[in-house]
């Protein structure tokens, strides 16, 4: 297969239906937004290609049940939906009994434009992630706000963990693995 890309970063959403896993891929890959709820049945993924000095880096965003092969997985709730937030901790279990060890993790408090229908302080969210050692972000995949920055943080833990060396990480190097300067390209 001819060579596409020179890094391969797979992420994963993963949080109850509803949450905007969907609308966050959307917005990342291609900067959109659309009301209409479609529920995801099976895998919903979005590729988006970035040239960063002649290197192409694709990110390759799923929202599935499935964490085989994650590098990074980004838990998400809605703020608006307190069941939403509790089921977090149902995820996380997931995360632990399924996904590889050490995969960079991120918890996300999306749909922060409806400010009056809020039903989950942004404290809590900020401690339940301090309590599993993760970042924390509230973001709008409609008004667009801390999505780059989300995405852009952990492909830098991700990047950050394979500088520490190999670990079984489906991490596609086809070229130069000098690569630092080409992180952090979505901040
Ligand atoms: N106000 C607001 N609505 C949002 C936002 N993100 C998503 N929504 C709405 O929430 C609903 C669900 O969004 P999806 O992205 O389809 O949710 P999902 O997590 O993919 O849901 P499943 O595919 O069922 O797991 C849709 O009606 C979206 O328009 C946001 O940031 N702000
Ligand atoms: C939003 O998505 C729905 C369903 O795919 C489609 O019918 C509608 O035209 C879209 N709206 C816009 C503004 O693109
Ligand atoms: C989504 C997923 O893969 N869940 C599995 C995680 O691991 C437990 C225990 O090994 C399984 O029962 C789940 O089905
Ligand atoms: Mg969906």
Redesign the pocket.
Known sequence: MAKKYDFLFKLL?I??????????I?RFAEDN????????IGI?FKVKTIEVEGKKERFKTI?TAYYRGAMGIIL?Y?ITDEKSFENIQNWMKGIKENASAGVSRMLLG?????EAKRKVSTEVGEKLAKEHGIRFFE?????SINVEEAVGLILDLIYFLFLQGPSGREVKITSSTEKKSSKCLLL
């Open positions: 959403l949080g109850d239906s509803g949450v905007g896993k969907t609308c966050l959307i937004f659309n009301s209409t709820y479609i529920s995801t919903d929202t998400v809605d999306n749909k922060c434009d409806i973001t709008s995949a409609k008004s």
